[in-house]
């Protein structure tokens, strides 16, 4: 059975001639999902979410002190449409959880949550009746940033442990990849080709 090539590689062996290939001639070797989860990973588009204090945090991520842009991820979007991964920013109040879960099932597939601080990803210290005791009631969350407010390092290095996480995923299937949203029309037309 032929290995698995799970890792970019780069055909410099010792071999002159690999697989009709000759040596030099700039070829990368890979699996779809390997480059398809890079590809991803490195490119994270966030959402903007900002609910409270967290947010002034969040923001300063774009600014030229921290300058997420070296990440991939400076494109803050306003639309959850042309969103990868939605950043919760501060307290989720009871009120405001339905609108975050409808703006969550408009992000398009493959996606993403990061909780940004306590109080997103616990309720903090506001144990009473308006809040929601964590953003995970509402949507499934991947990674947590502690803090009360979690530095823009933080949050820089949580997004770093969300692109490790898009990174490990194993695709199944070819529809794993999540290439195209595969309704049941378009599984019609790909049993009929
Ligand atoms: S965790 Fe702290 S900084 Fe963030 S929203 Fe709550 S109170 Fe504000």
Redesign the pocket.
């Known amino acids: 059975m032929p290995k698995k090539i799970e890792t970019v590689v780069f055909h410099d062996s010792s071999t002159p001639v690999l697989g009709g290939i000759e040596k030099g001639g700039n070829v990368v070797i890979t699996t779809a999902e390997t480059l398809i989860a890079q590809a991803r990973a490195h490119a994270l588009w966030p959402l903007t979410f900002g ?4 947010a002034i ?1 969040m923001m300063s991520t774009v600014a030229s002190r921290f300058d997420l842009a070296r990440f991939g991820s400076e494109a803050f979007r306003a639309t959850p449409r042309q969103a990868d991964v939605m950043i919760i ?3 989720l109040s009871k009120k405001m959880a339905p609108v975050l879960r409808q703006i969550y099932d408009q992000m398009p597939e493959p996606k993403w949550v990061i909780s ?5 990803s616990s309720g ?3 144990n009473n009746y308006a809040i929601v005791q964590g953003a995970d009631q509402v949507v499934p969350v991947d990674v947590y940033v502690p ?4 530095s823009p390092d933080a949050l820089i290095y949580g997004i770093m442990k969300l692109q490790e996480k898009i990174k490990r995923k194993k695709a199944k299937s070819f529809g794993d990849l999540r290439l195209i949203e595969l309704t049941p029309r378009t599984l019609e037309t790909e049993v009929k080709v």
């Open positions: 609910l409270a204090c967290c945090e920013a501060g307290r940004m601080g306590a109080c997103a903090g210290v506001y803090g009360c407010p979690p």
